[in-house]
């Protein structure tokens, strides 16, 4: 299933969650009644389905993440392209483990 295939059902994203819609959708600023509509289809606008990937399919903490944390990321990413590499990938094979105990622990 593509990204845009699974951003298209929130409901579905919502349910493997397990959460409620007021929980769901009060996490990236949209009222339950809001979040019910998209759920019945109404279009999203692309901030909130911005935020919707990040929140809860790329499961980002946004309170954690400042704006000088992505002006170093992008400084790294352009002045130390093989460190942001090396960086990215132990990153993602840490994240990659941290799914798997978690699965094996429900």
Known sequence: MSRAQR???PRAIRQRLGLNQQDFWGQIGVT?????R???GR???KPVQELL???HVDRLNLRNVT???LLALAHLKKSQPKLYRKLKAEAMQGTTHNQRHRRART
Do not use: K, N
């Open 32 to 36: 339950q009644s809001g979040g019910s």
């Open 7 to 9: 951003l298209s059902d």
């Open 67 to 69: 704006r000088i944390d």
């Open 53 to 55: 990937r990040l929140v």
């Open 38 to 40: 998209y759920e019945s």
């Open 43 to 45: 279009e999203m606008p």
